[in-house]
Each structure stands twice: as structure tokens, then as C-alpha cells.
């Protein structure tokens, strides 16, 4: 199925279970037309990073030239993104999910990888359930394999801005990134890298922060309304605010850019977790929509 729509008051959902899983649109509909809560897609769905939104699994952001050790093991993962030497997102983004259910307000998408260059078997699943305030997604991943994995989930949400657009959230540290966007140094999040109550359009940010609180709250006084988005499991936050503007990625994240690349000892500080064969990890993001 190429295209799932799911309403609930004023809100609209579009999917694109064939397109990496991704959402493809959510909308406020106030009856005359149709407010893109998330950004647009523009490409009719044909191209994932054209989407609205899309899931990270079974690890987030980069893996430093596509290279780590675990356990013994050396795993070498291709580039995924042309133009860039060190692979990101993992792998559920960049394929087709299944429908499992699909009703007016809710739907439930599924995807299983078999071991191969990511040497271990894994099933995520996506639920959606939208509601008269908002949507929330859950993301789930389970290790198949016989073995332990690492794994660690995301959401990568694309939102419209413009120059009244503001973040508030609140972070304890951030890493600077080299010309390749992997982390150099973790600093102070003040200055530069303070996000509470930030302008966030166009501020050539595309870094991680940690000590996240979990709930970020934007707002614009041209949108009829005001969006929270939280995730309780999410320890780690990834902005990307281009210098050109027009839109900013907010991504909940339970582990830091190029945390597979430490040492397995500084796993549990970076948030990158260790399934053992049959355990399963989940990553919930709630977007609550209030009438400004």
C-alpha cells in the first residue's frame, strides 16, 4: 500500500508505508484549507528525504566511515546517503514497511531485516494513533537474532518555519561537528547552542545535544496553533536548522551521533543500548496540536 490517511478532528495524517515508513503529511485543517504541521512533502512521496517525517532504526544519525567493533566483531556499513562517507539512520528509513492495520485513526506498519551487511536480524514496528489533540507514534525494535545487538531508535520530524519561529527546550550540552557533521568536542549548551526560547530558522545548526529534558515546545504567531513535542525514552536531542531556512528537523533520540564508534563501556552514557536475542527496546514521540 503506497499511501495510508488517517483524520481525527482537525488533524490529518498521511503515510508512505512504501517510503521507508515515513510520514508524508500532518495537517491542521481548520475547514477552509490545510495547515502543514509538519513540512510538506513536495516529491509526491517518491523520495524518503523529501517526507515529513521518517523513523531511525535500529541506530540514529552517523557511524564514523562505517566502521565500529563489537565484541570482536569488525561490522562495515556502506555510505546510504550520496555525498557523504559515513552511513546514517540505519536501515528502516530506506525501505518498504508493511501495513499490519489500518483504521480512521490509527494505523500499525511493520518491517523486518535480516541479518546481512548489519550483521543481525531485527523487527521494528511503527504505531500511529491520532487523536483530537495530536499524534503519537511509537517505535519499536526487537532483536531476531541469536545473538546480543546494539540498537538505538529515533523519529526525524521536519517542520516549517519562518523568522518568528521559536524552540524551547532545554539541553545541558552539546557537540561541535566537523565538516562531515560528526561530533568533535561536547561543550556547555549556552550561546550558540542555548535552545530555550531560540529562534530556529536559519541558525546553521545541524549538531546533537544531550541532558535532554524530553519535551521541546514551538511556536509561531502566524500558526493557529502551538506544538509540544515530547518523548519520555529520548535522553538526546539532534537539531538541524539550515542556514537557508524554511525548515528545522527536531529529532528525538535515545543515543548521541557516532555512539557506536566509542568504546562499549561509554555505551550506557551515550544512550546506545545492547538487546539480548528477543528483547526489544521502543522510542514514543508525542505531537500535541493546541489552538493558539
Known amino acids: 500500500m503506497d499511501r495510508l490517511t488517517l483524520s481525527c ?20 485543517d481548520d475547514g477552509d484549507n490545510a495547515r502543514p504541521i509538519l513540512r510538506k512533502c513536495h516529491s509526491g512521496s517518491e523520495n524518503v528525504l523529501e517526507a515529513a517525517s521518517f523513523p531511525l532504526v535500529p541506530y540514529v544519525n552517523r557511524i564514523r566511515e562505517g566502521r565500529f567493533t563489537f565484541r570482536g ?12 562517507p559515513s552511513p546514517l539512520h540505519g536501515q528502516g528509513w530506506l525501505n518498504s514497511w508493511t501495513v499490519e492495520e489500518a483504521r480512521e ?8 531485516h535480516p541479518a546481512g551487511e548489519w550483521p543481525w536480524e531485527y523487527d521494528a514496528q511503527q504505531e500511529f494513533v491520532l487523536d483530537e489533540t495530536g499524534l503519537s507514534v511509537g517505535l519499536i525494535c526487537r532483536n ?15 517542520f516549517p518555519c519562518g523568522p518568528e519561529t521559536q524552540l524551547d527546550t532545554r539541553v545541558t550540552h552539546a557537540w561541535t561537528i566537523d565538516q562531515h557533521v560528526l561530533p568533535v568536542d561536547k561543550v556547555v549548551a549556552d550561546g550558540r547552542y542555548d535552545l530555550r526560547e531560540r529562534l530556529v530558522c536559519g541558525q546553521d545548526l545541524d549538531n546533537g545535544f544531550g541532558g535532554w529534558n524530553g519535551e521541546a515546545r514551538l511556536t509561531d504567531p502566524g500558526w ?6 515530547s518523548s519520555l525514552e529520548a535522553r538526546f536531542f539532534q537539531l538541524y536548522s539550515p542556514v537557508d531556512g524554511g525548515i528545522f528537523v527536531a529529532e528525538p533520540v535515545t543515543h548521541a551521533n ?3 564508534n566509542a568504546p562499549e563501556e561509554q555505551w ?12 526489544a527496546m521502543r522510542l514514543d514521540l508525542r505531537l500535541e496540536v493546541v489552538a493558539a
Open 9 to 28: 478532528g482537525r488533524l490529518r495524517l498521511a503515510l508512505s508505508p512504501s517510503v521507508g515508513g515515513s510520514i508524508s503529511a500532518f495537517e491542521w
Open 73 to 84: 566483531r569488525q561490522v562495515r556499513i556502506a555510505p546510504n546517503m550520496p555525498g557523504d
Open 105 to 112: 485513526d490509527r494505523a500499525l506498519l511493520s518491517f523486518h
Open 144 to 158: 531476531r537474532s541469536q545473538e546480543p545487538m546494539p540498537c538505538g531508535l529515533g523519529q526525524h520530524p521536519y
Open 224 to 229: 493557529p496553533y502551538a506544538v509540544t513535542l
Open 258 to 260: 557516532a555512539a557506536l
Open 268 to 279: 550506557a552514557e551515550l544512550g546506545m543500548r545492547v538487546l539480548e536475542p528477543g528483547e
